[in-house]
């Protein structure tokens, strides 16, 4: 069954859409990332435009978060004070995100620029996590290795976070939002797959507190985002967020469901390998010779 | 006697259509619609002769295109080992879609003068595209054939059915990811390759009902319509939450 959607101005199959968002949805409430970085670039390989898939991503991001943070609300597994201060970060870093993407648009390298970011990022995060879980899966019986001291704790600006058992500075746990809220919009992803091991290796959060604060911080600046989006370039696409949310959502209850269930290591080392595994197709595409080498964009400077 | 007249007039005097097209459409205009998945437009028409009919071989060609819009025609190369868009064009105006139906070959039924004054088959269609820059030819031969392969350019020789050298019909299938706004459609008659009678018209392809009231908030209400999307977006969230609660209990 096809559907006609308003903003992409095209028609794609219903099923294909909740699949999707069911897909996206799972690994939300598993691992506690927006499931973005897997989902914007399904919608390009589907044929949706580019900036249509980053901007309801980001919607559809909001929906499936907030079923997951709700599931962990009830667990009292979010450090609300924590997620505050990375979500103030967020709102600058996503203002900052939309004025960069904006400015490669125009420079008409945008698509090459995110794939990129989108290797980058994805390989030295995959790689870190699957050596950080494969060392503590090893020693197994002891507890995984935190960080006590290090520069981080010579910063000023202390505050308890005790959700967390952390007493460290709102400097460090700032600057990852504000990194967070800049990739957010220009990669159309909620960000958890930087800020998840941020908050682990970084900050030293324990990771039953991490999922949930993580979504927490998720959930308020993909919602910026999205109004950014649509205020500005006109490209969420209310149909095909609905029935990717549909899915989503959906698949974000059983997520959460099989995330409880297995142990933190086990779950890290899952998330990495999914990491490397979307880097490398990514990667795969810069280096392999297209069948096509010549594109057609709509508009001028898109 | 008459056969030299009627030839000369062919020639002489294109204006002075013995020949005339009389058209019908299949729908007056196309509907975008939650379950649009393309659409098939029927145009048929007969040939209304005031005077015998004079000689030589009749033709019948049918075009449809979209409305032009500007593209950026990108080519990738190779650089420090890594496929990047190098080169560019830009194209101020191409037809969004367009589709040529003949009622035989093309060499038969149009002269290639004809094509060049008419801007007829594709190439012809798609030719004002940027030819200031070098090498240019070879983004409108990507354009023409990424374009045809999603079947936004069609060339359909022979698929306009003549019966007994008056009645005409073709169909016309469009994709569904068309661009909204007029269709002109126009048809040639031909004699020998020569036009001797056009007809134009045109067909609107717009959103409508849901799909176009969501468009127009999109546009001209872009914050209410960012909320109503976060809105949606949180209350399915919460929705699918609580029933799922409900559902452990």
């Not at chain 1, 007493?167 to 990739?183: A, E, K, Q, T």
């Not at chain 1, 142990?263 to 899952?270: H, P, S, V, W």
């Not at chain 2, 056009?198 to 609107?204: K, L, M, N, W």
């Amino acid at each position: 069954m096809q559907i006609y959607l308003p903003i992409a101005e095209i028609s794609v199959n219903l099923f294909l859409l909740l699949g999707l968002g069911g897909i996206v949805g799972i690994l939300s409430g598993m691992f506690g990332v927006g499931g973005g970085f897997l989902l914007t670039p399904l919608l390009f390989f589907i044929g949706i435009p580019p900036a249509v898939a980053v901007a309801t991503g980001a919607t559809q991001i909001v929906a499936s978060s907030v079923s997951g943070l709700l599931a962990h609300l009830k667990r009292r597994t979010v450090d609300l004070r924590m997620g505050s201060v990375l979500l103030i970060g967020g709102l600058i870093g996503a203002g900052l995100g939309i004025i960069i993407f904006n400015y490669l648009r125009s420079m008409g390298q945008v698509d090459l620029l995110v794939t990129i970011f989108y290797v980058v990022f994805l390989g030295i995060i995959g790689s870190l996590m699957f050596i950080e879980s494969l060392r503590a899966i090893r020693k197994s019986g002891r507890i995984p290795t935190r960080r006590k001291h290090n520069w981080i704790h010579n910063l000023p600006f202390k505050i308890k976070f005790r959700v967390s058992g952390l007493y460290i500075s709102v400097i460090p746990p700032m600057m990852v939002g504000v990194f967070v809220g800049i990739l957010s919009a220009i990669m159309g992803v909620g960000g958890g797959f930087i800020m998840v091991p941020a908050m682990i290796y970084l900050l030293g959060m324990p990771t039953k507190v991490v999922i949930g604060t993580s979504l927490f911080q998720i959930i308020f600046v993909t919602a910026f985002t999205t109004l950014l989006h649509a205020t500005t370039n006109y490209t969420v696409d209310i149909v095909l967020a609905v029935f990717l949310l549909i899915g989503g959502v959906i698949g974000a209850q059983f997520g959460t469901h099989i995330g409880l269930k297995l142990k933190a290591e086990q779950l890290r080392i899952l998330l990495a390998l999914l990491v490397l595994t979307v880097c490398f197709k990514l990667g795969l595409d810069l280096l392999l010779q297209p069948a096509e080498v010549y594109s057609i964009a709509k508009g001028i400077g898109t | 006697m008459m056969r030299l007249f009627a030839f000369l007039m062919l020639f002489a005097a294109p204006l002075a259509a013995q020949e005339e097209i009389v058209l019908g459409l299949s729908q007056d205009a196309v509907a975008i619609t939650a379950d649009f998945d393309g659409s098939e437009i029927l145009v048929f028409g007969a040939i209304r002769r005031e005077s015998p009919m004079p000689d030589g071989q009749l033709g019948v060609i049918v075009t449809v295109a979209g409305p032009d819009t500007p593209i950026v025609v990108r080519r990738k190369a190779r650089r420090l080992g890594i496929w990047v868009n190098v080169d560019d064009v830009k194209i101020d105006a191409a037809p969004s879609f367009y589709a040529v139906a003949t009622s035989g070959p093309l060499s038969k039924v149009l002269r290639p003068s004809e094509d060049l004054h008419n801007r007829i088959t594709i190439p012809q269609a798609v030719r004002e595209v940027g030819t200031n820059v070098l090498d240019s030819r070879s983004f409108a031969r990507a354009l023409m054939r990424i374009r045809e392969r999603d079947n936004l350019y069609q060339t359909l020789e022979g698929q306009v059915d003549l019966s007994r050298d008056t009645l005409f019909e073709t169909h016309i299938a469009m994709p569904a990811n068309l661009t909204e706004g007029f269709y002109v459609a126009r048809i040639f008659l031909t004699r020998d390759g020569n036009v001797v009678d056009t007809y134009v018209t045109s067909i609107p392809v717009k959103k409508v009902g849901m799909e176009r009231w969501l468009y127009n908030l999109a546009h001209e209400q872009a914050l209410l319509y960012g909320l109503l999307s976060l809105a949606i977006a949180i209350s399915a969230g919460w929705l699918a939450s609580a029933a799922f609660g409900l559902l452990r209990r």
